[in-house]
């Protein structure tokens, strides 16, 4: 090679990787400029950096791949609105029962009135823990790995011998419904509507199987706190949490929300009806006036939202944006939490 050619090859090279840097900082610079004025738009947002503004918009809402009580699939519109970009934590909640001295519902002994037939000795305050046995006969009964625990409740989620010292940052369980209400009144929000929660999980993605598009594994790693192996023995953690995870520990979709798949069921404020899709109005929708859910007529239930830690593609696919979970509002169960929405202006 003659050294002129040498030359201007090195030359040529030298800009060429001068210019890459120069491309690669400008890029760099470009996304330190955009986090920080996400920052400070955060900061100037009316509800604060915990809440993610969801535009309003349309959406079709429901699905007709998952369970009947999904359909049928429905246009809806909804008003612009505010949503936790969590799930509300122990540690939050530990702040609301400080300043209200708040009772829960599972840390209080059930009324006997309403629970004529059970036994005297079971009307003691606890909440629903998932204790598997060692071996299952089916998946069909449920039955096999929930009980009532004694003591159970937000402070001992595993019963009177378990804290909630490690894990503070985890989403709060064992809230009924009532407790959820009674939060969100107290930190000036309130319960997202069945729609509201739905719309702000699809996050502006039309029909799509997850909260944030297309492919389980998008990012080549998991993308919620679900449940890996044989259900309910074997809890193979893959994506790393074998319990609840602390909230945000999944990437969040393109409205800035973590966890609307897995982690914890959230409770929001409808009632459950089976039927609702077929005639639920067009407009902002706030649910049935009243309950009915065949599987158990007699029991008037609310929905909740998203899946939990223990959601199995074998058992339950509640992670699903259109999965709808139906549970008596008294209920406080180990993988069920709530995060809170809000009304104020845009930011
Ligand atoms: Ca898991
Ligand atoms: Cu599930």
Redesign the pocket.
């Known amino acids: 090679m003659k050294p002129a050619t040498r030359t201007s090859i090195i030359f040529v090279s030298i800009i060429v990787s001068g210019g890459a840097l120069a491309v690669k900082w400008v890029m760099r610079e470009a996304g330190r400029v955009g986090r920080e004025q996400e920052t400070r738009r955060a900061l100037r947002a009316p509800m604060g950096v915990d809440m993610a503004w969801i535009p309003g918009g349309k959406f079709t809402m429901g699905s007709n791949d998952g369970q009947l009580d999904e359909r049928p699939i429905h246009d809806v519109k909804v008003k612009g609105f505010w949503m936790d970009r969590y799930e509300v934590t122990n540690d939050q909640f530990a702040k609301f029962v400080e300043a209200t001295g708040y009772v829960t519902t599972a840390e209080q002994s059930p009324d006997p009135a309403l629970f004529p037939d059970a036994p005297k000795e079971n009307l003691v305050p606890g909440s629903v823990v998932f204790t598997p046995p060692p071996r299952v006969e089916s998946l069909n009964n449920h039955m096999q790995w929930w009980s009532y625990a004694k003591g159970a409740n937000w402070r001992h989620p595993e019963g009177p011998g378990s804290d909630i010292k490690t894990r503070g940052s985890h989403p709060v369980v064992h809230v009924s419904w009532f407790d959820c209400e009674a939060y969100a009144k107290w930190a000036g929000k309130r319960l997202p509507t069945e729609a509201e929660w739905e719309y702000a999980c699809r996050g502006g993605l039309e029909q799509n199987p997850y909260a944030w598009g297309r492919e389980r594994f998008e990012k080549g790693m998991w993308m919620m706190n ?2 890996q192996g044989q259900f309910p023995n074997e809890n193979l953690a893959q994506d790393g949490f074998k319990g609840t995870a602390p909230v945000g520990s999944f990437p969040r979709n393109s409205y800035g929300l973590y966890d609307m798949a897995g982690n914890v ?1 959230e409770w929001v404020a409808d009632w459950y009806r089976s039927d609702y899709y077929s005639k639920s109005p067009r407009d902002n929708p706030t649910g049935p006036v009243d309950s009915f859910d065949p599987d158990e007529p007699g029991v008037q239930k609310r929905v909740g939202r998203g ?2 830690y ?3 593609d074998m ?5 699903r944006p259109a ?1 709808r ?1 139906k549970t008596s509002p008294d209920t406080g169960l180990s ?1 069920t939490g709530f995060r809170c929405a809000a009304d104020a202006p845009a930011p």
Do not use: E, R, T
Request: glycine letters at 12%.
């Open positions: 679900i449940w069921w899946g939990s223990l959601c199995s058992y339950c696919k509640g992670y999965a979970q993988h």
